[in-house]
Structures are given as structure tokens and as C-alpha cells.
């Protein structure tokens, strides 16, 4: 608004003056399509606007001066403001007439230090953030880019951590050492990297840092242990460490695996036990040892290198030494296999390696073998082939068996009676060469001698027996001695025959010896056994035909003095008791007898008639009734079911009750007989109801009902289903006060109507995994209620959350399962979520860009992070080549990774492109201009020029006509040429 008063003033001012003019001057204004470009000062931008008047004072034109200064000098127009940057340039230098903005800056026309201008009132100062220094901006920052900073800590005031505090500078890094020392203790200003480094500033313990993030902790190959660094190490030297085995929590082959520490050497006994089993701690020798745990073969240890292997004097053999050792004892050998020894028996058994032959070995050059087995020494094969000298020459009761004790009195030689291929019997004895009486050889030791059957007698052998047989022998009972029976044994002689009476009386107490029957006597009182014993109809007379049939002794009924009368009892009967009890022997059936065709005996005792023992229905003839009338067996009872049944329609005949019943032959309901004294009426725990037994049950089955209708029980469902009449509540029931009927229906137990609305207790009460769905194993960690977050309307979703009450960090729940994790395209970091997400919002991010993994695009391809506008330059170079992580935008910018030709990019929308006043061509930007520079361009062509010289050289594009131009209409080319402007 201001503006256009200011110019409306200025045109009434610019009219009066015109009016002011002489007229002798008047003739000096320009008339009607005046072109002000032929004056050497074309009318661009804002000036094309301006009233002439504003220059030409007086309507005076020629000798109006033409440089900026000359009118913007505060009293024309608008000059330089006090706070103007000092310099010596013209104003388009910087400025144009089309913006007063500045539109290109040359540093090198201002005459003072930056700070002159950089106060913060003129142009930008130092930010709030600057490093504290007292150096001109010159020091570090250069006209060509403020951003591009050439850094040198010497002119820096203040210590380190002024600066590197994270918000001027980077500070220390979430994984830096705890330590309150300066950052120049350590680190220098020409490299960050490389730090000296002293413990002596830390604070803490070793592994607050030691602990494989902010500094290295223990390596993959450390021993296992809880102990605290600095239990064994020293901050002046890592190792070497001191050691105590106390305090290591693994096996020693966890260390001593030959990769944290010694392990077992090359020539270590094959084994599969632990070190501890064998060694100590406080000393590795001497060691305890035990085979046990030993694996591989003796040999492998036992090779007279790793341990004591066979000694020279050992057999020869290919064995291995678990054939014939055990690892418990060396010696004895638990077996030996001569199969397996090599060479011949006495290459061993000489005495020397093996015992070898005894001193009263048969002399022979044989091999052991010949006689000898290896898998018993005796008894041994023997031939007398190879045998020398005579048998008395070995068999002389010193290298072998002489003759016994009990040999033959006799001066023959051996080889008289025996012979070489066998002992005995003897080849021959000829009595003739015996020396003494029969009795003094046949004695029972040397030879045979009486046998125990032999009958008794004092006389010699001879005078019964002869030398050249010894039966058939003389006898004669003169020179026999003692009775009868010592001979007559049935061994000696002819005993008792089978059929003898049993009797201890002695032979000669019957019988003669002039003749052995008839006996001259028998005694009753000496017979020995039972009466039958003898009176069997073989030895004597026995019962006769008729007799009853029985197992007992003749003496139970008969006496030896008189064979009648005699005594009876049933107790020895055999056979049938119709045997006798036929009406004729004995009494038989009565005329009420029950029809059958069993024995007596299948009922009836010997011991009494009646009771009966037992009654076999099965074989009874005729029906229940016939006899179960009252009369021949019990009838019904009183209380007997009413029923036309038989009896054996519902009993069996084995047991009265159970009875099989069926109601199909019952008249009458059922509370007719089950009243409760009849037949099991209703309990005290059955359904209060007016309905009769037949309503819900069947003569089937009582249980279950086949029906029960609710609408005829009378009470309230808990009346009923109290857990005694019928299923109540379980266990596991939603605590509640309400009524059964308020969720469930009598038509259908489940589905139930539901409602939390009569619930008592916490949801947890409930909700607890058991009576009702808990929390899954998803759940988020908390110690919040379950109404803390969900409402009994919808458990999902969640009416509130709050992250205080959650338990663990953020990735604890935001997994993936729980809730939400990092999605794929999330930026690659090992951050925690709480480094740069806050639980208020989670899309309000801090990132910092120092814990991201990746060069920048891997974040900022477009799916992850904002990747590359459609806009932006096509180039390979990586983001960070121009941008930094802390600001976007200044980027530093090189030509150097550009693909594509300039145009591509400045085309007025990626870049700045060709300016309205750009020459008219269809040049390609890089034939003119180099990335380098942009202005001045390396060479114009001319010929590519398109349009007249005028479109071009107007003052504005390109130098136009100067102001001592001759005034003319002409085109440039009518007089110059692109060669050379002057002619």
C-alpha cells in the first residue's frame, strides 16, 4: 500500500517538473515508442516500473549517469543501509533489477573480516551452538562454502566436553568408557581415533566396559568363570593374568581344549574322562588313574613309549593285551589262547618264559603237543611208542604210577599182565604166579573179595569156588551161620515171594528147613498191615461178590475171632447209594420226592438224610412251580411282584438273587412296587416333582432318565443342581451369585447366556488359564489387572494401555508376537526402541544417526526412509558424500558422481535452469560452462546462437549497445561481426 502512494506521489511530482521544463527543453523528451535500449541502458526488472522523472531530473536526460551508485546513493534512491556490507563493488555485483535480494554474492570485493558482517545484525553471526572461539570465521569457514569447514582445535577456548557435550559437537557415545575425566586426557585434536588411554580416570568395574559392546570383554575361547575381571588381570598388563582354579565354573576340558589353554598332548592316553578325574588342580602330576574311562586298546598306550608295553620275555603272540589282561591286574593274565601264541610249546614252556618240563618228566624228545593239550595240561594223550626201557623203569611210583598198595602179591614183571594201550584190565593173571591165599587177593581191595550178598560163612574161598571158574560153586548149609533170612534176602538167596504174608516173624518161626511148604504154623498176631493185605482172594480168601461196596479195612466191621456179626458205617461205602438204597437193600426215594434223575449222593450225606447238601436245578424235572408251590420247596412271598412269569423267567437256579427281571409281565405302575418297601422308591436326593416314574424313566433303564422336562421339577436349578441330586457347579464355575436360569437354559446346558454384570471377584479371579481364558503366552509383561486395560463389554481391544505399568524393554513385547516389532523395512540399528521412539507417539522418532548400521541408503530408499526425490539429481555417489546425518540441507556438492548431461538436472525444477535472460540456444549447458564454474562460461559460439544479435546484446542478456552508440535501428550484424565487434 505504502508503495503505491509512494509512486502516485512521485508521478504528480514528475508532471509538475515536466510542466517546469522550458520549453527548449521540452523538445529533448522522448516521444511515442521510445526504445530506452538504444540509450545503453535498457529498462530491466524493477526499473522498467520506475517514472522517468526518478532519473531524469529537470527533463534532463542525456548525461544521466548509468551506474547504481550514481542514483542509489540515499538521495536518489534507496543507497547502501548502515548495516551494508563494507565493499567496494558496484551494486550489480551482487544485486540485479529484478530482486534487490541478493542474487550472487562475491566475498571478494568486501573490505572486512567476516565477523564485520557475520554479527548476527547484518547477516548471520555464530549460532548459540558455536564452538567457543575467539577466531575470525576466516579461521575455519571459506567464501566458497559456508559448510565445507577447515577445523583447527588450536583456536578453540574452553575444554573438550564444552564442545563435545552432544549438542555442538558429538559427545561421548552411549557405549563410552564411564569415566569423569576430560576427553583430552585420552583423545587428541588430530585424530579422534587412537586414544591413550589410562584406567586410572575410570570409574567402575572392568566389566562395565569389558563386556564385549564399549570395550572387548572376554572372548569366545575365555574360561568359563564368574569372576570379575580384576580377579586376575591388572590394568597395567591383560596377562599375564593370575589364576585360581577355585573359582572356574566348567569342566577342565572346557579350558584345557589345546584352544583356551593346554590341552591334552598328542601322546594322552585315549580317553574320554575328564581331566579332574585323573589330575589336580594344584598339580597336573602325579595323576590318579583309572582304566575305566580309557578308550582305544591297550596297545595304543601301552607301546613301551606312552607306557610299559611287553616286556622280552613276553609271549609271542599277535594278541591284543585286553585278550589275556584286565586292566584291574596285569598279572595273572585273565586267560591265555594258546591258538593265538606263535611257535611251538616249548619255544614258552622252556622253563624260562613258561614252567617247562618237571624234573620226573618221562624222558622223550616229543613236543609237548604230541601228548599235551593247551587247553588242559593233564590229562595228557600219551603213547608208549616212544617210550625206552621197561614199564617198572617209569612205573616205579616215582616218574609214574607204580604198583598200589593194593596189587597183587606177585613177582611178575608189569608187561606179564598189562599192556601199553590199556592199564586194565590185565591181558592176563595167572593164579599160579600168586603169592599167597585166595582171601589175601580177593579181598574186596586188591580184587574182588565176598559180595555183600555173599552168603555168611567162615569157610575159605576154595572150599566152595574153583581158579578156573568161579561158578558154578559146591554148597552145603552145614558151615552157614546165622538165619534163615540172612541169606534168604532176595538178594543172597531166595527171599519172601511178593504174595508172602507181611509179617516179622522169622523163616524158621513157619517154615523148615527140610521143606519150605506147607508152613507148619501161621499167627494172626504176627502179621503185619490190614486184614485186606492178605484176604485180597490172592494171598487169602477176600470179600465175596455180594459184598458192599467198600474201601475200608475188614477190620472196621468184621473181627479176626468171628467173621459175624458185624459193625456198619457209611464212612468206607464206595458206589451209588441206590446201590443199597433201592427199596430192597435199603429204604429208597419217597413218594414226595423232588422228580429227578440224580444219585442219592448228588444231594443227600452218608452223615444225615435231611437237609439236603445241595440241590442241582439243572437236574430236576419239571418247572419252578412244580415244586417251589409251598409244599415240596418254598413259594412265593407275600410281597412277591405281582406276575403270571415263571419263576425261572427271573431267577436262575444257581442263586435266588440277583434276580434277572423284566418288567414286561408287571401289571400296575411303577410306584406300585416301588414304594420304597416293595422295590426301591424315590431317594432323598431325587428331583422334587409331581411326575409319575414312567414320565422320565424306562423299565429298561432307570439311569440315565430318558427325559426329564424342567417344566414339571419344582424349585429353583440350584434346588437340583446342588451337586447331590444333580451335577452342580464345578470346580472351575464363574464365582457368581446368580441363578443357574439367569445364564443357562433347561433346553441346553451350553451355549450360556452371559453376562459379568453378577461376576464377583477380579477377572483374574476367572480369567486365570484355568476357569476362563488367562493370559496367553503372548501377553505383554505386567503386573496390571486385567480391568486396568480391558472392559467385560470387549476384551479387544484394550480400552487403555499405559507403557509405565508394562514390564521389560520396549523389544520385550514389541517382538513381533507380543506386539508389533521392527518391520522389515525399519531402519538397521541395534538401538533399543526407547532411543529413539517414545511410548506418547511412536512416530514422533529421534534418530541418531550414529547407532544406524548401513551406509545411507540402505535407510533412505524410499521404503524405509525417505530415499531420493523424483527431483534429484541422477548420480551413484552415496547420500553421505554430499549430505550430512545432522542437517539435510546444506549438502556439500560435487559434480564428480553425475550421470546424465547438466540439462537433466538443471532444468529449472531439480536445479537452477536456464535464466530468462540465458541466451536463446540449443546448446547443451556443458558446451558452454564447466561443473567447476558456472560463470564466466568457457567459450560462446555464436553459429549456435539462435535469433538476431539485439535478442541477445540488449544490456541484459549479453553487453549491449554502450552509451556512445551511434543512435540506430540497425541489427548489430549489419555492422559487426561474432568474430570481432569492432569493424
Given at each position: 500500500?505504502?508503495?503505491?502512494?509512494?509512486?502516485?506521489?512521485?508521478?504528480?511530482?514528475?508532471?509538475?517538473?515536466?510542466?517546469?521544463?522550458?520549453?527548449?527543453?521540452?523538445?529533448?523528451?522522448?516521444?511515442?515508442?521510445?526504445?530506452?535500449?538504444?540509450?545503453?541502458?535498457?529498462?530491466?526488472?524493477?526499473?522498467?516500473?520506475?517514472?522517468?522523472?526518478?532519473?531524469?531530473?529537470?527533463?534532463?536526460?542525456?548525461?544521466?549517469?548509468?551506474?547504481?551508485?550514481?542514483?542509489?546513493?540515499?538521495?536518489?534512491?534507496?543507497?547502501?543501509?548502515?548495516?551494508?556490507?563494507?565493499?567496494?563493488?558496484?551494486?550489480?555485483?551482487?544485486?540485479?533489477?529484478?530482486?534487490w535480494?541478493?542474487?550472487?554474492?562475491?566475498?571478494?570485493?568486501?573490505?572486512?573480516?567476516?565477523?564485520?558482517?557475520?554479527?548476527?545484525?547484518?547477516s548471520?553471526?555464530?549460532?548459540?551452538?558455536?564452538?567457543?572461539?575467539?577466531?575470525?570465521?576466516?579461521?575455519?569457514?571459506?567464501?566458497?562454502?559456508?559448510a565445507?569447514?577447515?577445523?583447527?582445535?588450536?583456536g578453540?577456548?574452553?575444554?573438550?566436553?564444552?564442545?563435545?557435550?552432544?549438542?555442538?559437537?558429538?559427545?561421548?557415545?552411549?557405549?563410552?568408557?564411564?569415566?569423569?575425566?576430560?576427553?583430552g586426557?585420552?583423545?587428541?585434536?588430530?585424530?579422534?581415533?587412537?586414544?591413550?588411554?589410562?584406567?586410572?580416570?575410570?570409574?567402575?568395574?572392568?566389566?562395565?566396559?569389558?563386556?564385549?559392546?564399549?570395550?572387548?570383554?572376554?572372548?569366545?575361547?575365555?574360561?568359563?568363570t564368574?569372576?570379575?575381571?580384576?580377579?586376575?588381570?591388572?590394568?597395567?598388563?591383560?596377562?599375564?593374568?593370575?589364576?585360581?582354579?577355585?573359582?572356574t565354573?566348567?569342566?577342565?576340558?572346557?579350558?584345557?581344549n589345546?584352544?583356551k589353554?593346554?590341552?591334552?598332548?598328542?601322546?594322552?592316553?585315549?580317553?574320554?574322562?575328564?581331566?579332574?578325574?585323573?589330575?589336580?588342580?594344584?598339580?597336573?602330576?602325579?595323576?590318579?588313574?583309572?582304566?575305566?574311562?580309557?578308550?582305544?586298546?591297550?596297545?595304543?598306550?601301552?607301546?613301551?613309549?606312552?607306557?610299559?608295553g611287553?616286556?622280552t620275555?613276553?609271549?609271542?603272540?599277535?594278541?591284543?593285551?585286553?585278550?589275556?589282561?584286565?586292566?584291574?591286574?596285569?598279572?595273572?593274565?585273565?586267560?591265555v589262547?594258546?591258538?593265538?601264541?606263535?611257535?611251538?610249546?616249548?619255544?614258552?614252556?622252556?622253563?624260562?618264559?613258561?614252567a617247562?618240563?618237571?624234573a620226573?618228566?618221562?624222558?622223550?624228545?616229543?613236543?609237548?603237543?604230541?601228548?599235551?593239550?593247551t587247553?588242559?595240561?593233564?590229562?595228557?594223550?600219551?603213547?608208549?611208542?616212544?617210550?625206552?626201557?621197561?614199564?617198572?623203569?617209569?612205573?616205579?611210583?616215582?616218574?609214574?604210577?607204580?604198583?598200589?598198595?593194593?596189587?597183587?602179591s606177585?613177582?611178575?614183571?608189569?608187561?606179564?599182565?598189562h599192556?601199553?594201550?590199556?592199564?586194565?584190565?590185565?591181558?592176563?593173571?595167572?593164579?599160579?604166579?600168586?603169592?599167597?591165599?585166595?582171601?589175601?587177593?580177593?579181598?574186596?581191595?586188591?580184587?574182588?573179595?565176598?559180595?555183600?550178598?555173599?552168603?555168611?560163612?567162615?569157610?575159605?574161598?576154595?572150599?566152595?569156588?574153583?581158579?578156573t571158574?568161579?561158578?558154578?560153586?559146591?554148597?552145603?548149609?552145614?558151615?552157614?551161620?546165622?538165619?534163615?533170612?540172612?541169606?534168604?534176602?532176595?538178594?543172597?538167596?531166595?527171599?519172601?515171594?511178593?504174595?508172602?504174608?507181611?509179617?516179622?516173624?522169622?523163616?524158621?518161626?513157619?517154615?523148615?528147613?527140610?521143606?519150605?511148604?506147607?508152613?507148619?504154623?501161621?499167627?494172626?498176631?504176627?502179621?503185619i498191615?490190614?486184614?485186606?493185605?492178605?484176604?485180597?482172594?490172592?494171598?487169602?480168601?477176600?470179600?465175596?461178590?455180594?459184598?458192599?461196596?467198600?474201601?475200608?479195612?475188614?477190620?472196621?466191621?468184621h473181627?479176626?475171632?468171628?467173621?459175624?456179626?458185624?459193625?456198619?458205617?457209611?464212612?468206607?461205602?464206595?458206589?451209588?447209594?441206590?446201590?443199597?438204597?433201592?427199596?430192597?437193600?435199603?429204604?429208597?426215594?419217597?413218594?414226595?420226592h423232588?422228580?429227578t434223575?440224580?444219585?442219592?449222593?448228588?444231594?443227600?450225606?452218608?452223615?444225615?438224610w435231611?437237609?439236603?447238601?445241595?440241590?442241582?436245578?439243572?437236574?430236576?424235572?419239571?418247572?419252578?412251580?412244580?415244586?417251589?408251590?409251598?409244599?415240596?420247596?418254598?413259594?412265593?412271598?407275600?410281597?412277591?411282584?405281582?406276575?403270571?412269569?415263571?419263576?425261572?423267567?427271573?431267577?436262575?437256579?444257581?442263586?435266588?438273587?440277583?434276580?434277572?427281571?423284566?418288567?414286561?409281565?408287571?401289571?400296575?405302575?411303577?410306584?406300585?412296587?416301588?414304594?420304597?418297601?416293595?422295590?426301591?422308591?424315590?431317594?432323598?436326593?431325587?428331583?422334587?416333582?409331581?411326575?409319575?416314574?414312567?414320565?422320565c424313566?424306562?423299565?429298561?433303564?432307570?439311569?440315565?432318565?430318558?427325559?426329564?422336562?424342567?417344566?414339571?421339577?419344582?424349585?429353583?436349578?440350584?434346588?437340583?443342581h446342588?451337586?447331590?441330586?444333580?451335577?452342580?457347579?464345578?470346580?472351575?464355575?464363574?464365582?457368581?451369585?446368580?441363578?443357574c436360569?439367569?445364564?443357562?437354559?433347561?433346553?441346553?446346558?451350553?451355549?450360556?447366556?452371559?453376562?459379568h454384570a453378577?461376576?464377583?471377584?477380579?477377572?483374574?479371579?476367572?480369567?486365570n488359564?484355568?476357569?476362563?481364558?488367562?493370559?496367553?503366552?503372548?501377553?505383554?509383561?505386567?503386573?496390571n489387572?486385567?480391568?486396568?486395560?480391558?472392559?467385560?463389554?470387549?476384551?479387544?481391544?484394550?480400552?487403555?494401555?499405559?507403557?509405565?505399568?508394562?514390564?521389560?524393554?520396549?523389544?520385550?513385547?514389541?517382538?513381533?508376537?507380543?506386539?508389533?516389532?521392527?518391520?522389515?523395512?525399519?531402519?538397521r540399528?541395534?538401538?533399543?526402541?526407547?532411543?529413539?521412539?517414545?511410548?506418547?507417539?511412536?512416530?514422533?522418532?529421534?534418530?541418531?544417526?550414529?547407532?544406524?548400521?548401513?551406509?545411507?541408503?540402505?535407510?533412505?530408499?524410499?521404503?524405509?526412509?525417505?530415499?531420493?526425490?523424483?527431483?534429484?539429481?541422477?548420480?551413484?555417489?552415496?547420500?553421505?558424500?554430499?549430505?550430512?546425518?545432522?542437517?539435510?540441507?546444506?549438502?556439500?556438492?560435487?559434480h564428480?558422481?553425475?550421470?546424465?548431461?547438466?540439462?537433466?538436472?538443471?532444468?529449472?525444477?531439480?536445479?537452477?535452469?536456464?535464466?530468462?535472460?540465458?541466451?536463446?540456444?540449443?546448446?547443451?549447458?556443458?558446451?558452454?560452462?564447466?561443473?567447476?564454474?558456472?560463470?564466466?562460461?568457457?567459450r560462446?559460439?555464436?553459429n549456435d546462437?539462435?535469433?538476431?544479435?539485439?535478442?541477445?546484446?540488449?544490456?541484459?542478456?549479453?553487453?549491449?549497445?554502450?552509451?556512445?552508440?551511434?543512435?540506430?535501428?540497425?541489427?548489430?550484424?549489419?555492422?559487426?561481426?561474432?568474430?570481432?565487434?569492432?569493424?
Amino acid at each position: 500500500m505504502f508503495g503505491k502512494r509512494l509512486w502516485t506521489i512521485l508521478s504528480v511530482l514528475l508532471a509538475l517538473l515536466i510542466a517546469a521544463v522550458p520549453a527548449g527543453a521540452r523538445d529533448n523528451v522522448p516521444g511515442p515508442g521510445f526504445d530506452h535500449f538504444r540509450t545503453g541502458f535498457p529498462l530491466t526488472g524493477a526499473h522498467a516500473a520506475v517514472r522517468c522523472e526518478s532519473c531524469h531530473n529537470g527533463g534532463v536526460f542525456i548525461g544521466t549517469p548509468k551506474e547504481c551508485s550514481s542514483c542509489h546513493n540515499s538521495i536518489r534512491a534507496d543507497g547502501k543501509p548502515a548495516n551494508h556490507v563494507r565493499t567496494q563493488a558496484q551494486c550489480d555485483t551482487c544485486h540485479s533489477t529484478k530482486q534487490w535480494s541478493i542474487v550472487r554474492f562475491d566475498h571478494s570485493g568486501v573490505s572486512a573480516s567476516c565477523k564485520s558482517c557475520h554479527d548476527g545484525v547484518q547477516s548471520a553471526g555464530k549460532p548459540a551452538g558455536h564452538i567457543s572461539t575467539a577466531q575470525d570465521c576466516s579461521a575455519c569457514h571459506s567464501t566458497g562454502t559456508w559448510a565445507s569447514v577447515h577445523f583447527d582445535h588450536s583456536g578453540v577456548s574452553g575444554s573438550c566436553a564444552s564442545c563435545h557435550n552432544g549438542s555442538k559437537a558429538t559427545g561421548k557415545g552411549s557405549s563410552h568408557l564411564p569415566t569423569t575425566q576430560d576427553c583430552g586426557s585420552c583423545h587428541s585434536t588430530q585424530t579422534w581415533a587412537g586414544a591413550r588411554f589410562d584406567h586410572s580416570g575410570t570409574s567402575g568395574n572392568c566389566a562395565a566396559c569389558h563386556n564385549g559392546t564399549t570395550a572387548r570383554g572376554k572372548s569366545a575361547t575365555h574360561l568359563a568363570t564368574s569372576n570379575a575381571c580384576e580377579d586376575c588381570h591388572r590394568t597395567s598388563a591383560w596377562s599375564p593374568a593370575t589364576f585360581n582354579h577355585a573359582d572356574t565354573s566348567a569342566a577342565c576340558s572346557s579350558c584345557h581344549n589345546g584352544t583356551k589353554a593346554t590341552g591334552k598332548p598328542a601322546k594322552h592316553i585315549p580317553t574320554a574322562a575328564e581331566c579332574s578325574d585323573c589330575h589336580r588342580s594344584n598339580a597336573w602330576t602325579p595323576a590318579t588313574f583309572s582304566h575305566a574311562s580309557v578308550t582305544g586298546n591297550c596297545a595304543s598306550c601301552h607301546n613301551g613309549t606312552s607306557a610299559t608295553g611287553k616286556d622280552t620275555g613276553h609271549i609271542a603272540t599277535n594278541n591284543a593285551c585286553e585278550d589275556c589282561h584286565t586292566s584291574t591286574a596285569w598279572s595273572p593274565a585273565k586267560a591265555v589262547n594258546h591258538n593265538d601264541v606263535i611257535g611251538t610249546c616249548s619255544s614258552c614252556h622252556n622253563g624260562t618264559k613258561a614252567a617247562g618240563k618237571p624234573a620226573a618228566h618221562i624222558q622223550t624228545a616229543l613236543e609237548c603237543s604230541s601228548c599235551h593239550k593247551t587247553t588242559a595240561w593233564t590229562p595228557a594223550t600219551f603213547s608208549h611208542a616212544n617210550a625206552t626201557g621197561s614199564c617198572a623203569s617209569c612205573h616205579n611210583g616215582t616218574n609214574a604210577v607204580g604198583k598200589t598198595a593194593t596189587h597183587l602179591s606177585t613177582n611178575n614183571t608189569c608187561e606179564d599182565c598189562h599192556t601199553t594201550t590199556a592199564w586194565a584190565p590185565a591181558k592176563a593173571v595167572n593164579h599160579n604166579d600168586v603169592v599167597g591165599t585166595c582171601a589175601s587177593c580177593h579181598n574186596g581191595t586188591k580184587a574182588t573179595g565176598k559180595p555183600a550178598n555173599h552168603i555168611a560163612t567162615s569157610a575159605a574161598c576154595s572150599d566152595c569156588h574153583k581158579t578156573t571158574a568161579w561158578t558154578p560153586a559146591t554148597f552145603n548149609h552145614a558151615s552157614v551161620t546165622g538165619t534163615c533170612s540172612s541169606c534168604h534176602n532176595g538178594t543172597n538167596a531166595t527171599g519172601k515171594s511178593a504174595t508172602h504174608i507181611s509179617t516179622n516173624n522169622t523163616c524158621e518161626d513157619c517154615h523148615t528147613s527140610a521143606a519150605w511148604s506147607p508152613v507148619k504154623t501161621v499167627n494172626h498176631n504176627d502179621v503185619i498191615g490190614t486184614c485186606a493185605s492178605c484176604h485180597n482172594g490172592t494171598k487169602a480168601t477176600g470179600k465175596p461178590a455180594n459184598h458192599i461196596a467198600t474201601s475200608a479195612a475188614c477190620s472196621d466191621c468184621h473181627k479176626t475171632t468171628a467173621w459175624t456179626p458185624a459193625t456198619f458205617s457209611h464212612a468206607s461205602v464206595t458206589g451209588t447209594c441206590s446201590s443199597c438204597h433201592n427199596g430192597t437193600n435199603a429204604t429208597g426215594k419217597s413218594a414226595t420226592h423232588i422228580s429227578t434223575n440224580n444219585t442219592c449222593e448228588d444231594c443227600h450225606t452218608s452223615a444225615a438224610w435231611s437237609p439236603v447238601k445241595t440241590v442241582n436245578h439243572n437236574d430236576v424235572i419239571g418247572t419252578c412251580a412244580s415244586c417251589h408251590n409251598g409244599t415240596k420247596a418254598t413259594g412265593k412271598p407275600a410281597t412277591h411282584i405281582a406276575t403270571s412269569a415263571a419263576c425261572s423267567d427271573c431267577h436262575k437256579t444257581t442263586a435266588w438273587t440277583p434276580a434277572n427281571f423284566s418288567h414286561a409281565s408287571v401289571t400296575g405302575t411303577c410306584s406300585s412296587c416301588h414304594n420304597g418297601t416293595n422295590a426301591t422308591g424315590k431317594s432323598a436326593t431325587h428331583i422334587s416333582t409331581n411326575n409319575t416314574c414312567e414320565d422320565c424313566h424306562t423299565t429298561t433303564a432307570w439311569a440315565p432318565a430318558k427325559t426329564v422336562n424342567h417344566n414339571d421339577v419344582i424349585g429353583t436349578c440350584a434346588s437340583c443342581h446342588n451337586g447331590t441330586k444333580a451335577t452342580g457347579k464345578p470346580a472351575t464355575h464363574i464365582a457368581t451369585s446368580a441363578d443357574c436360569s439367569d445364564c443357562h437354559r433347561t433346553t441346553a446346558w451350553t451355549p450360556a447366556n452371559f453376562s459379568h454384570a453378577s461376576i464377583m471377584g477380579t477377572c483374574s479371579s476367572c480369567h486365570n488359564g484355568t476357569n476362563a481364558t488367562g493370559k496367553n503366552a503372548t501377553h505383554l509383561s505386567t503386573t496390571n489387572t486385567c480391568e486396568d486395560c480391558h472392559t467385560t463389554v470387549a476384551w479387544a481391544p484394550a480400552k487403555t494401555f499405559n507403557h509405565a505399568d508394562a514390564i521389560g524393554t520396549c523389544a520385550s513385547c514389541h517382538n513381533g508376537t507380543k506386539a508389533p516389532g521392527k518391520p522389515a523395512s525399519h531402519i538397521r540399528s541395534t538401538d533399543s526402541c526407547d532411543f529413539c521412539h517414545v511410548t506418547t507417539n511412536w512416530t514422533s522418532v529421534n534418530v541418531d544417526h550414529t547407532q544406524v548400521l548401513g551406509t545411507c541408503s540402505s535407510c533412505h530408499n524410499g521404503s524405509i526412509a525417505t530415499g531420493k526425490p523424483a527431483t534429484h539429481i541422477p548420480t551413484t555417489a552415496e547420500c553421505s558424500d554430499c549430505h550430512k546425518t545432522t542437517a539435510w540441507t546444506p549438502a556439500t556438492f560435487s559434480h564428480t558422481g553425475v550421470t546424465t548431461n547438466c540439462s537433466s538436472c538443471h532444468n529449472g525444477t531439480t536445479a537452477t535452469g536456464k535464466s530468462a535472460t540465458h541466451i536463446s540456444t540449443n546448446n547443451l549447458c556443458q558446451d558452454c560452462h564447466s561443473t567447476k564454474v558456472w560463470n564466466p562460461a568457457t567459450r560462446v559460439n555464436h553459429n549456435d546462437v539462435i535469433g538476431t544479435c539485439v535478442s541477445c546484446h540488449n544490456g541484459t542478456i549479453a553487453i549491449g549497445k554502450p552509451r556512445d552508440h551511434p543512435r540506430t535501428s540497425d541489427d548489430c550484424a549489419s555492422c559487426h561481426t561474432t568474430r570481432t565487434f569492432s569493424k
